[in-house]
């Protein structure tokens, strides 16, 4: 089955001779990972903006999330996918400062973070 979030010229939608192809199906020109187009593009040419190690929350018996360790650095844009009732908003909570955690470590720009805005 083919990925329906990327497109190809090979695309089973036929163009009528010497028209342009849509944007639909076009080639997507990919940039290779090790070779980012500017320095500015590479996030570990900068410190880490934020460090989670092993972050957690209890709430009484039940342990919603458990050891949540990333880096993020400066224009680096992170995502959170799971089920329902996996720890997404209580993660991003946490790392708001509107949620202490009850595990683990924060760290913002170097400085350690208990994860509670002040």
């Known amino acids: 089955m083919q990925d329906p979030y990327t497109t190809s010229a090979s695309s089973s939608a036929a163009t009528p001779s010497g028209a342009t192809p849509s944007a639909a199906t076009r080639p997507v020109a990919a940039r290779s990972a090790a070779a980012p187009a500017r320095a500015s593009d590479d996030p570990s040419a900068s410190p880490a903006l934020l460090v989670s190690r092993g972050l957690g929350r209890q709430f009484g018996q039940q342990q919603a999330v ?31 400062g509107t949620l202490a955690a009850t595990q683990g470590q924060l760290e913002l720009e170097g400085e350690a973070f208990d994860g509670r805005a002040s």
Request: no cysteine; hydrophobic share 40%.
């Open 66 to 96: 458990t050891g949540l360790t990333f880096t993020a650095s400066r224009g680096e844009v992170i995502g959170l996918l799971g089920p329902n009732g996996a720890g997404k908003t209580t993660s991003l909570r946490m790392l708001a």
